[in-house]
């Protein structure tokens, strides 16, 4: 069956770096557009990046822009997301997400990992 399995979350000071992995097995990877959201305590899940499934195009949320670089590597089944100059308002559980080629469909989504940054 399809698995997201996401890892490199803990915690970390206010400017430093983390890197999140997003392994995935049961799917044709280089197929899915993976996305990478976000859910703080009280607050409703939000999109923080994605790159696509061909030509690897990237989108940000304003929030994040300058700061996270989302990437892929298709022979490894996995996608990262590079967050470097860390807020504290960037604490939340962090879920990837795949949606088959453009679909924006979401169809798949991994447990979560936590990120807290301290100020």
């Known amino acids: 069956q399809v698995q997201l399995v996401e890892s490199g979350g803990g915690l970390v000071q206010a400017g430093g770096s983390l890197r999140l992995s997003c392994a995935a097995s049961g799917l044709s990877f280089s197929l899915y557009t993976v996305g990478w959201f976000r859910q703080a305590p009280g607050k409703e899940r939000e999109f923080v990046a994605t790159?696509?499934?061909?030509?690897?195009?990237?989108s940000y949320a304003n929030s994040v822009k300058g700061r996270f670089t989302i990437s892929r590597d298709n022979a490894k089944n996995t996608a990262y997301l590079q967050m470097n100059s860390l807020k504290p308002e960037d604490t939340a559980v962090y879920y990837c997400a795949a949606s088959r080629l453009d679909s924006g469909s979401n169809d798949y989504w991994g447990q979560g990992t936590q990120v807290t940054v301290s100020s």
């Open positions: 790159i696509r499934w061909s030509g690897g195009r990237t």
